[in-house]
């Protein structure tokens, strides 16, 4: 099953102050749709939103052609799955039993996890390379570490649409490039939805098919990497002053930062 | 659904898989213990019965057994079977009994408050059932009065509707539209705990010569156990028992943060109001009997926890037979060590559960709790 991710004049916040108004926006099934902008332009907020865990003031989001608050909890959790940024785990249990946890939505009041759902929750664990340090308690593990739990839960899942707000923040280079990998073959292999929400520019201009920058509360452009990370965008939206040179290998934009001159 | 992660990764075989078995002895374990602790309890007393005698007595109420000797030696005289079975049955049971069903709630109770809230210092008193008890049982004995539910008198009554009513408030004043943050709800709950306290402080003192037993009942105790509050507080305790222990696994999940648990599938609001009210109804039932007795409900869950691990699938019915075998081991000290009237169970609870406690939590220090 694939879902398409549809937002409609979506306007949300918090306590009646509005983060993000008007947002328009389409996530297609094997694609990555990657969400950019400056610290505090509402990327998570948008991803709380499409996770139903704060209320719109206005418009809709649609998964699938449905509104998502005419799905109950349980079912919502079958299609979409979150990996937050920088959760907090529960020390005590095992890593196995936190990615267990993501078998939740699948099983109901009475029902306990069977050997299909330990196998789902084990081939989510190799797929991140977490299996291990999968008895090992949570309280044990590195911030990386925990970060890649954290997705091996969501694949356990098993959604259609996965939101990931700054998957990588915690995470090397390599263990960036190998949870990114990942979630692009699970993209193309199985027509997973994702929404991506990254402050690196060039991870994004790397992974993303589609992306969307927002700034002020609005979406300031939307379009491929190309047509989004330009030295002017960036200008306008981060401040910041920086070169885009295409890539050497794959012509994708890439970012290019340059340190003020040394004062002496 | 065609698509699975297995599909995509292949399948491999698991080499992990969650092993209850030691789990299961474990329970299997504690049963046997509550059993011989009850036994062991029945013996104990100013007229102090063999242990093979009160064995065989109490194995004789079974239906279709009948072994007890017609008469027993107790301090070199001869009882009839009469007798032994009066002091047994009526006298001594039904306290033992009430102390494993008080123990066992305020165990239950305790591990799911601190589940709900992930915090280490949730105890069953936590909102305020046990200030509310503390002053409905305050007045009831200033304030002679009628009550439609006399067979037990005013004072559980009036305690039971205290604990209920005030965990209600704090409730209602910690409700956030359709929210119930932990935080609020744990200031709020010591907010009006110390506002009823003050006033059941202030009726003490100009209270007379009601005050020893005030502070009796403020101390929690079990010597006025009768058989007919037993038939009330048990099932209560036991239904209790089923409906948080349906929840152990979303309790599991919520030890995650609260959006986790929400995006999970977690109905977190529902789950947290349906736990609320469970754990207070099974506290209230247990201490409107016999006070709050003190410490039951924080060190037992913690202590299964240290030894057995955070799964509330196991901490719940862990901690129900170590409260209830726990209570009875200290409530059998409080009556033996002070003969006859003994002293409140509280007094025992702490003094001997701590040390245990902190011995606990050297051993296993710098791990998590939860």
Not at chain 1, 65 to 72: L, S, V
Not at chain 2, 291 to 315: E, K, N, Q, T
Not at chain 2, 331 to 349: E, K, N, Q, Y
Request: proline share 6%; hydrophobic share 50%; net charge neutral.
């Amino acid at each position: 099953m694939s879902a398409m991710v549809e937002l409609n004049n979506v306007s949300l916040g918090y306590d009646h102050r509005a983060i993000l108004e008007g947002v328009n926006m389409k996530a297609r099934p094997g694609q990555i749709l990657g969400l950019v902008g400056p610290n505090g332009s509402g990327k998570s907020t948008l991803i709380k939103g499409m996770a139903r865990l704060i209320d719109l003031f206005s418009g809709s989001i649609l998964i699938d052609g449905r509104d998502i608050t005419t799905i109950r909890r349980d079912e919502l959790a079958r299609l979409v799955a979150t990996v937050p940024q920088s959760p907090a785990l529960p020390g005590a249990f095992t890593a196995f039993e936190v990615v267990l946890m993501g078998r939740t939505p699948h099983l109901g009041l009475l029902r306990y996890e069977g050997g299909s759902d330990m196998a789902v929750a084990w081939q989510a664990m190799e797929a991140t390379h977490t299996q291990s340090f999968a008895e090992r308690r949570v309280s044990e593990l590195s911030g990386g570490e925990r970060q890649s739990l954290v997705l091996a839960r969501a694949l356990t899942q098993q959604p259609s649409v996965m939101l990931l707000d700054e998957p990588t923040a915690n995470l090397d280079i390599s263990h960036q490039v190998e949870v990114l990998n990942l979630v692009r073959s699970l993209c193309l292999e199985q027509g997973l939805t994702v929404i991506i929400a990254l402050h690196d520019l060039n991870l994004a201009a790397q992974y993303c098919n589609r992306m969307v920058m927002l700034n002020g509360g609005r979406v300031y452009a939307e379009g491929t990497p190309a047509d989004i990370l330009t030295a002017p965008n960036i200008r306008n939206v981060y401040g910041a002053e920086v070169c885009v040179y295409p890539h050497p290998i794959n012509k994708l934009p890439t970012t290019l930062i340059t340190a003020c001159p040394p004062e002496n | 659904m065609a698509r699975t992660v297995s599909e995509a990764f292949g399948r491999p075989a698991i080499p992990y898989a969650i092993r209850p078995q030691s789990k299961v002895y474990s329970l299997l374990a504690l049963a046997g213990l509550l059993l011989v602790v009850i036994i062991f309890a029945a013996t104990l007393g100013s007229v102090p019965i063999p242990f093979a005698a009160t064995f065989q007595i109490l194995l004789s109420e079974l239906p279709s057994v009948s072994i007890a000797p017609s008469s027993v030696e107790v301090l070199g005289g001869q009882l009839s079977l009469e007798v032994v079975r009066t002091i047994i049955l009526d006298i001594r049971l039904p306290r033992i009994v009430l102390a494993g069903l008080v123990g066992a709630a305020l165990a239950i109770a305790g591990a799911t408050y601190q589940g709900l809230f992930r915090n280490p210092l949730a105890d069953p008193y936590l909102l305020g059932v046990a200030s509310g008890a503390g002053l409905g049982a305050t007045v009831a004995m200033l304030i002679p009065m009628a009550l439609p539910w006399m067979a037990f008198g005013a004072v559980p009554v009036l305690a039971f509707v205290g604990a209920a009513g005030a965990v209600t408030v704090v409730y209602m004043l910690a409700r956030v539209g359709k929210t119930l943050p932990a935080t609020t709800l744990i200031l709020a709950g010591v907010a009006l705990a110390a506002f009823l306290s003050s006033i059941t402080s202030y009726l003490m003192i100009i209270s007379g010569k009601e005050l020893v037993g005030i502070v009796f009942w403020l101390l929690g105790g079990l010597h006025l156990a009768r058989w007919s509050e037993i038939w009330v507080v048990l099932p209560v305790v036991l239904a209790g028992f089923v409906v948080i222990w349906l929840h152990a696994r979303p309790l599991n999940v919520m030890q995650l943060d609260e959006e986790q648990a929400q995006q999970l599938g977690i109905n977190v609001q529902r789950v947290k109001i349906t736990l609320l009210i469970t754990a207070t109804a099974i506290t209230s039932a247990a201490i409107c009997f016999t006070g709050p007795i003190g410490f039951v409900g924080i060190i037992v869950p913690h202590a299964v926890r240290l030894i057995w691990g955070p799964d509330h699938r196991w901490l719940l019915p862990l901690s129900m037979l170590v409260g209830a075998v726990f209570l009875i081991v200290a409530d059998t000290l409080a009556r033996s060590l002070i003969p006859p009237t003994g002293m409140p169970v509280g007094i025992i609870t702490a003094f001997c559960g701590a040390p245990f406690f902190l011995y606990l939590l050297r051993r296993r220090k710098g791990l998590a709790f939860f």
